[in-house]
């Protein structure tokens, strides 16, 4: 059974740093695109980063408003996905949900294409 599990939320003041980590579990890291995902109250879902999977190029991609400031990145021997996020802003606060997908690379930005998901780590940023 896949299991994810994210740590490393918290409070920080606007400016500051935090660094999530994704453990994954009941799969090979290395066959999967890993995905970070974020939800305000009352917005929806939405991407936030993404490193594609070894055979896919291992490349990674961001949503715009976080380009510069984030930094997602793999341990594929250690089984383990980071989100390094610098300069946070209020607007970041937010859950932080780390999610496995195997499809296309055109589809890695789609929450509905993520086959497992984690709990979630709150994120929030005073000003």
């Known amino acids: 059974q896949v299991q994810l599990t994210e740590s490393g939320g918290g409070v920080v003041q606007a400016g500051g740093s935090l660094r999530l980590s994704c453990a994954p579990s009941?799969?090979?890291?290395?066959?999967?695109?890993m995905g970070w995902f974020r939800q305000a109250p009352g917005k929806e879902r939405e991407f936030v980063a993404v490193?594609?999977?070894?055979?896919?190029?291992?490349?990674?991609f961001y949503e715009e408003f976080v380009q510069g400031r984030f930094t997602i990145s793999r341990d594929n021997a250690e089984k383990m996905v980071y989100l390094q996020m610098n300069n946070l802003k209020p607007e970041d606060t937010a859950v932080y949900y780390c999610?496995?997908?195997?499809?296309?690379?055109?589809?890695?930005?789609?929450?509905?294409?993520?086959?497992?998901w984690g709990q979630g780590t709150q994120v929030t940023v005073s000003s």
């Open positions: 009941g799969l090979t890291l290395r066959n999967y695109h």
């Open positions: 490193s594609s999977r070894p055979g896919s190029g291992g490349k990674a």
């Open positions: 999610a496995a997908s195997q499809v296309a690379l055109s589809g890695i930005r789609q929450s509905e294409m993520y086959r497992a």
